[in-house]
């Protein structure tokens, strides 16, 4: 029960008190230390998951190596508000706390992921890296007319393995386009259904902690198979 309420506290001291957040949902890391410029991870849940848990989520994923956020976005939200969304709540973390501003990271599930890829891809520079949980890649949206920057952004994609044959088609189709768009896209397949599970997220904290500290190597996709 102790750790419980301390995991709960952590999620929430910086943000006690405060008006500045409006309604986004605002995670801070154990210990945190004001003088360490942290990675930020913004969350982009599927805006059909409404228990959706960004404190459950972290504790998944890392109490300690990230400051996250999630905006609230409106399932009936186009696509331009929901990208303003996103950079009205990176603007008001980066003005009030430390973050480093070349490691914050896109992180979505299942239609959150897609949004993820698509707003990283329109702003390359912007972003140290990409996670999709479930959610495809849209292929459809020529996201790649940034390419050399697309180039050296890096993209994780997560999947699993007895996802619908439609979905199978769809993953062959991307892994496509980045093989020969020379792009980076990291692809792991999961059991299972559930795209929050500590499995993954572990990975996913791994994944992102090497590009945090550098030590990751850029592979470019597979062909996909003939």
């Known amino acids: 029960m102790k750790s419980r309420l301390s995991d709960r506290a952590a999620s929430h001291r910086f943000s006690a008190g405060t ?19 942290y990675p930020l991870i913004v969350w982009l849940p599927d805006h059909t998951n409404a228990r ?21 976005i ?4 186009d696509a331009a508000t929901r990208e303003d969304a996103v950079w009205r709540s990176i603007d008001r973390i980066c003005d009030r706390a430390s973050v480093n501003p070349a490691r914050i990271y896109l992180v979505g599930q299942g239609a959150g992921g897609s949004e993820a890829f698509r707003i990283a891809c329109r702003h390359p520079q912007a972003f140290g890296g990409v996670v999709s949980l479930g959610g495809p890649f849209p292929l459809e949206e020529a996201l790649f007319s940034r390419l050399f920057e697309v180039r050296r952004l890096p993209m994780l994609l997560c999947c699993h393995r ?26 792991r397949i999961y059991p299972g259904s559930n795209d929050l599970s500590k499995a ?17 190597t850029l592979v470019a996709a597979p062909c996909a198979r003939q």
């Open 19 to 37: 008006d500045w957040l409006g309604d986004d949902r605002l995670f801070t890391p154990l210990g945190y230390e004001p003088g360490y410029d």
């Open 52 to 72: 959706f848990d960004i404190g459950r989520a972290m504790k998944r994923l890392s109490l300690r190596n990230f400051l996250a956020i999630e905006p609230v």
């Open 74 to 77: 409106g399932p009936g939200d």
């Open 162 to 187: 007895e996802a619908p044959a439609e979905s199978i088609r769809h993953t062959d189709k991307t892994l496509r386009l980045f093989h020969a768009a020379g792009a980076m896209l990291a692809m």
């Open 200 to 216: 993954i997220l572990c990975d996913v904290n791994r994944w992102l902690m090497d590009e945090v500290c550098g030590t990751s």
